[in-house]
């Protein structure tokens, strides 16, 4: 009797699986975690030509020609690394000026020296320029901002439909996560989850066939009538994250 009781104590700590019928620890409601991850990959390709034939035509017209709805510029300049490069910069002309002769130290009765030691003259040009060159910065900040985004917008797009090759799988995974999760993307959920389906490097496996905290994509109930009820129940109803 002492050689039953452990495992009778565990059967009762766990729950039966409705699909597979066994007792499981890991428990998503009424389906085991394996079950779940099971069912969903059955299910992908159902779900991806469900949003092909809803959804296909409207995510092509956008790959094709479309925008983002709030897209624009962010700059984000580090002005001491650019004072730095305005210190590289007036060392390197005004050195080279003085090797070639174009500066020199003017004396009376037209004699002129060419200097050896440049560190106050350089000391005196980068402080007479540096309060121009934070105007500079300041307006070059304000030019990027007010910068038209289509050309970027577009690159982007490109990049996730495969249109435009890049050298690194990351960077189109990268690409495809700032369409999805964009909420200046003028797709539904479904559509941007299609991009996700049809691009990313695992089909959307990770996104689509797995359980977070107890719940599923809600983009789910597009094919909620072919999927068994306790996987139903998974699904989030909550649509304003994309991750769900």
């Not at 402080?127 to 990027?144: F, G, M, N, V």
């Not at 007010?146 to 249109?163: D, F, H, M, W, Y």
Request: charged share 30%; with cysteine.
């Amino acid at each position: 009797m002492n050689q039953d009781q452990p495992s009778s104590i565990n059967k009762e700590s766990q729950t039966e699986c409705r699909l597979c019928g066994q007792f499981k620890e890991q428990m998503y409601g009424a389906v085991c975690a394996e079950c779940a991850k099971e069912t969903l990959l059955k299910y992908l390709p159902h779900l991806k030509r469900t949003l092909e034939d809803k959804y296909g035509s409207m995510l092509d017209q956008w790959l094709a020609s479309g925008r983002f709805l709030e897209a624009h510029w962010k700059a984000e300049i580090d002005l001491n690394l650019s004072h730095d490069r305005l210190r590289t910069f007036v060392r390197e002309v005004v050195r080279d000026a003085v090797s070639k002769g174009e500066i020199q130290l003017s004396l009376p009765g037209g004699e002129s020296w060419k200097p050896i030691q440049t560190n106050q003259l350089l000391d005196s040009i980068y402080e007479q320029c540096e309060e121009e060159y934070r105007r500079l910065i300041a307006s070059l900040l304000k030019a990027i901002n007010n910068a038209p985004t289509k050309e970027g917008e577009r690159e982007l797009i490109e990049v996730v439909s495969g249109k435009k090759r890049v050298s690194k799988r990351y960077v189109r995974e990268e690409a495809i996560s700032a369409a999805v999760l964009n909420h200046s993307t003028p797709l539904p959920l479904p559509a941007r989850a299609l991009i996700e389906l049809r691009y990313r490097a695992d089909g959307g496996r990770s996104e689509y066939a797995a359980v977070e905290d107890g719940e599923i994509s809600s983009v789910w109930k597009e094919i909620e009538e072919a999927l068994p009820v306790e996987i139903v129940k998974l699904i989030v109803n909550d649509n304003s994250f994309m991750g769900k």
